[in-house]
């Protein structure tokens, strides 16, 4: 099991973001979480890991959880040597579990993967968005997670940066075999990478199907959210 | 049409505003309690990086002295040269030694230290991480399950501890030193008769308290700096208003100490 929610709900002030909504994801799966700005997309990925808390419902995850976020948030005082390696230095329970040689050979390792070898003196500032991002993939799979949450992995990014950062998504997801979450409103990111779909809108899941379900828009809410129309269920104003 | 409903009056935005106001002065009050009590159990449990202590004291500390320096030292100076004249003439010259290094020991060393160091150090202590805040870094952190506190106060609040001590030692002997060449120059006392009389009126006591006081300042400027920028909300505008509030608060928070050191030990 990777993580399974049951009846969350979020309220902030009096105003709900996360209204009774369940989904569940299975190890080696990519739920992309799909939805106008505004709907509380993020905020059930912030509920998932724990930096918000809950108003009711049940999050169940198997072990650990790292998450990508919207802009990197890279710390941008160290370099993307110590990025990489900050859980593995600074975290209480790994802290002295691993040697100097050790945590350089692992953070070279993970470079490697995201094909960013060689730039580990380098730091964010330094870095385009595109490899900000790569650099935070690599960050999140260093404690080799069994859960990946991702903000908006393409936000901002051109469409060759976005493709290949769609294909790490699907890359990590089938060597770490971890239960992802990827939370998008861009189309190309659901339809390369997601195994199943859940559609917020106000809070409220209104659609939850497969990528081939959410083309053939067979709701007003699919029709809308595909053709990108400002006719139909979803107003902009309640967002 | 025109809005009549309560909500829409001058007063209830006021007393409204008032409310919001008085509530982040508690809620400011309770955090300030509650970090201040966590960072204080890391350090006696040892949870320390000693690299991350030894830069942040550098920028504590040395970055920190030719700033400390010229503050304390000039406004010494000031004070030698506005009271030597006077007291040369009213046959009370070989007094103004004493009184210059009362005067710096005991109050003005050590709080032109605090004003220099919140200015510099808590001000940059404090939109750092209110910057860290607003860019999701500190998020990233509490995610990949390392302790925020351990990892951006402890270094920062042990380094105001152990630097602010030297820095105060350092500014007061270039304040004593200053006072009495600006005391010669301006009145021709001589560099003797200013050098007895700095011995005459100092005890174990005012330097004791002026270490302690250091610590507590070193402490109270370094936590206050980190709680704001910790808070902070929103964008560059959170990162403002935090930093703005780090300066005030541990303004104000020094004075209120000083007061207390004074009513405990002078009064």
């Given at each position: 099991m990777g993580i399974e929610v049951k009846n969350l709900t979020k309220k902030f002030d009096n105003k709900?973001?996360?209204?009774d909504i369940s989904f569940k994801v299975e190890s080696g799966e990519i739920l992309a979480i799909v939805g106008f700005s505004g709907s509380g997309k993020s905020t059930v990925l912030k509920l998932i890991c724990g930096l918000i808390e809950k108003d009711s419902g049940i999050i169940e995850t198997s072990g650990d959880i790292a998450m990508v976020f919207q802009y990197s948030a890279l710390i941008d005082s160290l370099n993307v040597e110590d990025n990489i390696a900050f859980a593995l230095k600074e975290r209480k329970d790994l802290r002295?579990?691993?040697t100097e040689r050790q945590i350089k050979n692992i953070v070279k390792e993970k470079l490697a993967l995201v094909g960013l070898s060689g730039i580990e003196n380098k730091y964010p500032s330094e870095l385009s968005g595109g490899m900000q991002k790569r650099v935070s993939f690599a960050r999140a799979i260093v404690t080799s997670p069994n859960i990946i949450l991702y903000d908006e992995p393409t936000a901002g990014l051109d469409p060759v940066s976005s493709t290949l950062i769609e294909d790490y998504i699907v890359r990590l997801k089938e060597e770490t075999h971890a239960a992802s979450i990827v939370v998008t409103h861009q189309m190309s990111t659901i339809m390369r990478t997601a195994d199943k779909i859940i559609m917020l809108y106000n809070g409220n899941v209104v659609f939850t199907g497969t990528p081939q379900d959410l083309m053939r828009q067979d709701t007003p809410y699919t029709k809308q959210f595909v053709t990108a129309s400002l006719e139909g269920p979803m107003t902009m104003l309640q967002n | 049409m025109r809005d009549f409903s309560l909500k829409s009056t001058i007063t209830y935005k006021l007393y409204r505003q008032i409310i919001l106001q008085l509530e982040d002065f508690l809620s400011t009050i309770g955090d300030i309690v509650i970090y201040g009590k966590e960072v204080l159990s890391l350090i006696f449990k040892r949870e320390l990086d000693w690299k991350a202590i030894i830069e942040q004291c550098a920028r504590f500390g040395v970055s920190s002295l030719p700033i400390t320096l010229s503050i304390v030292g000039m406004s010494t100076v000031i004070v030698a040269m506005q009271v030597a004249g006077e007291m040369v003439k009213q046959g009370?010259?070989?007094y103004v030694g004493m009184l210059v290094t009362i005067l710096t020991v005991r109050e003005e060393g050590i709080i032109m230290s605090g004003f220099a160091i919140i200015s510099m150090i808590g001000s940059s202590i404090a939109s750092e991480i209110a910057t860290m805040r607003v860019t999701e870094q500190i998020d990233a952190i509490k995610v990949l399950k390392v302790n925020p506190i351990r990892y951006l106060f402890v270094p920062r609040v042990l380094s105001g501890i152990l630097m602010m001590p030297p820095v105060l030692v350092v500014a007061s002997l270039v304040g004593i030193i200053g006072g009495g060449v600006a005391a010669h120059l301006a009145s021709e006392l001589s560099y003797r008769a200013y050098f007895e009389s700095v011995w005459t009126g100092l005890f174990i006591k005012d330097i004791n308290v002026a270490i302690l006081k250091s610590i507590v300042f070193g402490f109270t400027i370094a936590l206050i700096s980190c709680v704001c920028g910790y808070n902070a909300k929103g964008g560059a505008r959170g990162v403002g208003i935090a930093t703005t509030k780090a300066v005030v608060w541990s303004f104000v928070g020094i004075v209120l100490w000083d007061l207390l050191f004074s009513i405990i030990f002078f009064f």
């Amino acid at each position: 099991m990777g993580i399974e929610v049951k009846n969350l709900t979020k309220k902030f002030d009096n105003k709900t973001v996360i209204n009774d909504i369940s989904f569940k994801v299975e190890s080696g799966e990519i739920l992309a979480i799909v939805g106008f700005s505004g709907s509380g997309k993020s905020t059930v990925l912030k509920l998932i890991c724990g930096l918000i808390e809950k108003d009711s419902g049940i999050i169940e995850t198997s072990g650990d959880i790292a998450m990508v976020f919207q802009y990197s948030a890279l710390i941008d005082s160290l370099n993307v040597e110590d990025n990489i390696a900050f859980a593995l230095k600074e975290r209480k329970d790994l802290r002295k579990k691993y040697t100097e040689r050790q945590i350089k050979n692992i953070v070279k390792e993970k470079l490697a993967l995201v094909g960013l070898s060689g730039i580990e003196n380098k730091y964010p500032s330094e870095l385009s968005g595109g490899m900000q991002k790569r650099v935070s993939f690599a960050r999140a799979i260093v404690t080799s997670p069994n859960i990946i949450l991702y903000d908006e992995p393409t936000a901002g990014l051109d469409p060759v940066s976005s493709t290949l950062i769609e294909d790490y998504i699907v890359r990590l997801k089938e060597e770490t075999h971890a239960a992802s979450i990827v939370v998008t409103h861009q189309m190309s990111t659901i339809m390369r990478t997601a195994d199943k779909i859940i559609m917020l809108y106000n809070g409220n899941v209104v659609f939850t199907g497969t990528p081939q379900d959410l083309m053939r828009q067979d709701t007003p809410y699919t029709k809308q959210f595909v053709t990108a129309s400002l006719e139909g269920p979803m107003t902009m104003l309640q967002n | 049409m025109r809005d009549f409903s309560l909500k829409s009056t001058i007063t209830y935005k006021l007393y409204r505003q008032i409310i919001l106001q008085l509530e982040d002065f508690l809620s400011t009050i309770g955090d300030i309690v509650i970090y201040g009590k966590e960072v204080l159990s890391l350090i006696f449990k040892r949870e320390l990086d000693w690299k991350a202590i030894i830069e942040q004291c550098a920028r504590f500390g040395v970055s920190s002295l030719p700033i400390t320096l010229s503050i304390v030292g000039m406004s010494t100076v000031i004070v030698a040269m506005q009271v030597a004249g006077e007291m040369v003439k009213q046959g009370a010259g070989n007094y103004v030694g004493m009184l210059v290094t009362i005067l710096t020991v005991r109050e003005e060393g050590i709080i032109m230290s605090g004003f220099a160091i919140i200015s510099m150090i808590g001000s940059s202590i404090a939109s750092e991480i209110a910057t860290m805040r607003v860019t999701e870094q500190i998020d990233a952190i509490k995610v990949l399950k390392v302790n925020p506190i351990r990892y951006l106060f402890v270094p920062r609040v042990l380094s105001g501890i152990l630097m602010m001590p030297p820095v105060l030692v350092v500014a007061s002997l270039v304040g004593i030193i200053g006072g009495g060449v600006a005391a010669h120059l301006a009145s021709e006392l001589s560099y003797r008769a200013y050098f007895e009389s700095v011995w005459t009126g100092l005890f174990i006591k005012d330097i004791n308290v002026a270490i302690l006081k250091s610590i507590v300042f070193g402490f109270t400027i370094a936590l206050i700096s980190c709680v704001c920028g910790y808070n902070a909300k929103g964008g560059a505008r959170g990162v403002g208003i935090a930093t703005t509030k780090a300066v005030v608060w541990s303004f104000v928070g020094i004075v209120l100490w000083d007061l207390l050191f004074s009513i405990i030990f002078f009064f």
